[in-house]
């Protein structure tokens, strides 16, 4: 059995990354820690065409991506496969997990994938191997796998045996999320930060002026409310998909997506930050 720490840091260290997927039982040793992990970005996908996509866009940029599924989800990369990735030239490395693997006891619905896996990846030209099962090994299998994908710039695939993986437990209490997202007291700092800035005195009531925002966790609270009551505002909320509601704050994200987001690639989080700070100094 391989520890996810060391698959991961082998990996790193041969130049693939980063990761897209889908749940699974098998892989989610692997996703669990790659969600705890602070120096490697895992995107998690709805599909796994849509995993696809996401290395698409990432083999473009001339990364190696990583893509994580289950083989009973195979088909539904196919048609990303086969009309992007190979007739592209895109590079990733896809981690497929096996269910229905011959000679072994798994559910009905893995019965008709399960022993045509392998050879479904054979006939859209993936190479292929069973992922080792020593570290040993696994050094001498990703330089292989590098070597395929330096030679041929498109996709190779590893199959991943149930049992592959040593358990890995998230940091359950310890971990923060490691894209964060607007918090409730967040959200009235950054409230109270933005009327001070213009109203150092307290806003004048004669202005009646009104605060619109979308119907955020963090801005239907309770705590968020009080704060622009105290505030002397009143607020007032968006229709759902109603983007006219807000057109100067839309505009201003659809100008900093195609200005910095669509140009550039973030490995972490961190990275993107800085660069959004750097572009509000140049607005």
């Given amino acids: 059995m391989l520890s996810v720490e060391d698959f991961c ?34 995107y998690t996908a709805t599909s796994e065409g849509e995993a696809m996509g996401i290395a698409g866009g990432f083999g473009l940029a001339g990364k190696i991506p990583v893509v994580l599924m289950q083989n009973s989800g195979l088909g539904n990369a196919i048609t990303p496969l086969t009309s992007l990735q190979l007739v592209y030239n895109l590079p990733a490395l896809i981690l497929v997990s096996w269910r229905g693997e011959p000679g072994k006891p798994d559910e009905p619905e893995h019965r008709v994938m399960g022993p045509i896996t392998r050879e479904l990846l054979d006939v ?32 190779v695939a590893l199959i991943v045996k149930k049992g592959a993986f040593t358990e890995y437990i998230q940091k359950a209490g310890e971990k923060e999320l490691k894209v964060p997202l607007m918090q409730r007291k967040e959200a009235r700092i950054a409230l109270d930060k933005a009327v001070f800035s213009r109203f150092q005195n307290g806003v004048p009531k004669e202005l009646q002026l009104v605060i619109r925002v979308d119907r955020g966790s963090q801005f239907i609270a309770k705590v968020f409310k009080d704060a622009v009551k105290l505030s002397g505002l009143t607020i007032q909320f968006c229709g759902i998909q109603c983007p006219n509601d807000k057109p100067y704050i839309e505009s201003f994200i659809s100008k900093y997506k195609t200005e910095e987001i669509y140009r550039n690639c973030y490995e972490t989080f961190n990275d993107e930050k800085k660069a959004w700070k750097n572009y509000k100094f140049l607005v």
């Fill in 124 to 155: 859209i030209g993936i190479p292929n191997e069973c992922l080792v099962e020593s570290n040993h090994e696994l050094k001498n299998q990703i330089l292989r796998m590098k070597g395929i994908v330096t030679k041929t710039n498109r996709p």
């Fill in 9 to 42: 840091r082998i990996l790193k260290r041969n130049g693939f990354g980063p990761y897209a997927g889908v749940p699974c039982s098998i892989l989610k040793p692997l996703i669990n820690y790659l969600l705890d992990s602070y120096d490697m970005t895992y």
